[in-house]
């Protein structure tokens, strides 16, 4: 697919990526007109000022990568009133002295998942001021109808006391207003602290979080953008927000039996997050969905750069061979074979042939229907 005017102006004047994707992409995006029968789901963003919110919310929904999130604070600053384009913006961003990219007020980005559904994704900044309106004068409005709240902490923040007394205050208001919200806390920057020091210092913080935010409960995930941690912790975090994803499981389980697959994971297109797997066999690597999404979306963000579209992946070795290809309008599909007998083309036609019936999964409203055993 050939780039955009608008992209290739974009590129050149080194504002990074589009927010939303490029034309002609049948992707998520931000900045959608959207229907009326999409089933929108609010999420909040939020955490103290300088903790990394935008620049992960960028590297998970815009396409940047990690190194391109410091272009963004240098971007934010020269081209003020050119930014986060088709995004709704009620706020602005600027970026301090040490380069760290500041959000005021709130930001709102529509986010297009499978089928019908749409976060309706709000980016709070976190400086004071605006952190005592939340809790204050926009208290209803922020806090009303919330599905999801993010709470991200800086792992080195010099005012962890102020920063657990706004997560305190945000749990406050959620229990008044959406006491059924599901709750993540993100330890983030993890990559700042010394390895061996890792495990201990988020195993504290969790167990700090968890007695903070009694009644409710929390779900905490160390986070750094420059490595996988950051999307094991928001696939978890979509995996929540998928209405049907149970029958979506129990459908992924019988394809994989179907082809005999050792294992089957399904990717939203966009994000390349994963949002259902099913294995056979037990596999060794624990974090080997994360890692897989992480390389893959840096070679799907290359291709792009030579204007060119990812497509389709298999890679084969003497023990296995995986197959990466687009699945539905809003998936990806990886299928990974040990059986040396399955030539590559019964795998590739056995995709095809279950790409309807998971399109009709995909629909929220849709019908109740199981991919079945014959």
């Not at 976190?126 to 902490?153: A, H």
Request: charged share 25%.
């Amino acid at each position: 697919m050939e780039e955009s005017d608008s992209e290739r102006k974009m590129e050149k004047e080194n504002l990074g990526p589009r927010m939303d994707p490029p034309i002609g992409e049948p992707e998520g995006s931000l900045g959608w007109v959207l229907p009326n029968t999409a089933m929108k789901k609010k999420v909040l963003l939020m955490g103290k000022s300088g903790s990394g919110k935008t620049s992960m919310r960028s590297i998970i929904f815009a396409n940047y990568i990690a190194r391109d999130t410091r272009r963004l604070g240098a971007t934010i600053l020269d081209r003020l009133h050119s930014l986060q384009i088709n995004s709704s913006l009620s706020t602005y961003s600027l970026v301090d002295s040490v380069g760290n990219t500041k959000t005021f007020d709130v930001e709102h980005s529509h986010v297009r998942f499978l089928g019908n559904l749409v976060l309706n994704l709000w980016d709070c900044g976190g400086q004071d001021t605006f952190m005592e309106n939340y809790f204050t004068s926009q208290r209803d409005n922020i806090f009303r109808n919330v599905e999801v709240l993010i709470y991200v902490f800086d792992v080195e923040s010099r005012e962890l006391e102020k920063d657990m007394h706004y997560y305190q205050s945000c749990l406050e208001a959620i229990l008044q207003n959406s006491p059924d919200a599901k709750v993540f806390c993100l330890v983030h920057k993890m990559d700042l602290v010394q390895e061996d020091q890792r495990d201990l210092i988020f195993k504290e913080r969790e167990e700090d979080l968890r007695r903070l935010s009694r009644p409710l409960e929390c779900s905490c995930f160390r986070t750094s953008i420059w490595d996988e941690t950051l999307y094991k912790a928001w696939s978890s975090i979509v995996y929540q927000l998928i209405p049907n994803v149970q029958q979506l499981e129990m459908n992924l389980r019988n394809f994989a039996e179907i082809i005999e697959a050792d294992e089957v994971l399904l990717f939203e297109r966009a994000t390349f997050l994963v949002i259902s797997h099913y294995q056979c066999k037990e596999q060794r690597d624990a974090h080997r969905f994360e890692k897989i999404s992480n390389i893959i979306k840096q070679f799907k963000l290359s291709c792009s750069k030579l204007a060119a579209s990812f497509q389709s992946m298999e890679v084969r070795n003497s023990n296995f061979a995986a197959f990466i290809d687009i699945f539905t309008s809003n998936t990806y599909v990886m299928v990974v074979m040990s059986d040396p007998s399955i030539p590559s083309a019964a795998t590739l036609i056995n995709i095809r042939n279950a790409r309807k019936h998971f399109e009709k999964l995909e629909r929220v409203d849709g019908p109740k229907q199981c991919l079945l055993m014959r």
